[in-house]
């Protein structure tokens, strides 16, 4: 379980589907007094989504300097697609409005980017940095963790490490000195 590269992200993945279905559906209201004008609308919808799947996958946007590119998938690019009719932009702007509650997802880091904005506003410029340690050269990681003496994967990391020493296999360095 320690030196498992793929609990961790399998859990997020679990975790963000399960929150997905929780959370709102995407949904339009319209009142519709027959069953034939609700038949309408719902065709109407299926088609919008079908032209944003289109658009996902092969449409086009303008950048700021009027450059066009493909959207390739990239959900942020799709609200400025070209040629887009009045029900797909419906569609979208709800499926934005729905993912914005959503942690993980893009619409989540726009809205902290707005907020880091306005306490740039307010406070200056901020210091970010980022710390991602890893457990093999990370002390505070290394005091912090509770390992088993005898654990295999250790034992076999450290067998490892030695028979790479012995066999003079690892990079050579050279420290220089410069007075």
């Known amino acids: 379980m320690r030196s498992s590269w793929v609990l961790t992200p399998a859990l997020r993945n679990l975790y ?3 929150a997905l279905l929780e959370s709102a559906s995407i949904m339009n209201r319209c009142t519709a007094e027959s069953g034939e004008l609700a038949e309408v609308h719902t065709r109407e919808l299926c088609a919008a989504a079908a032209e944003l799947y289109h658009h996902l996958q092969t449409g086009h946007f303008k ?3 009027g450059q066009r590119r493909a959207i390739a998938g990239d959900m942020a690019k799709l609200r400025y697609a070209e040629n887009l009719s009045e029900k797909a932009r419906l569609l979208e ?3 934005r409005q729905v993912s914005s509650q959503l942690g993980g997802v893009q619409e989540v880091r726009t809205k902290i980017g707005n907020a880091l904005l306005g306490a740039r506003v307010v406070y200056g410029e901020p210091l970010f940095i980022t ?3 890893s457990s093999r050269h990370s002390g505070l990681v290394l005091r912090l963790s509770r390992v088993r ?6 034992r076999l990391e450290d067998m490892a490490l030695e028979e790479a020493r012995q066999l003079g296999s690892g990079p050579r360095f050279s420290i220089l000195q410069a007075f």
């Open 16 to 18: 963000f589907r399960r």
């Open 149 to 154: 003496v005898n654990d295999p994967t250790l």
């Open 63 to 65: 950048t700021s300097s």
């Open 131 to 133: 710390v991602s340690p």
């Open 93 to 95: 702007r709800n499926m």
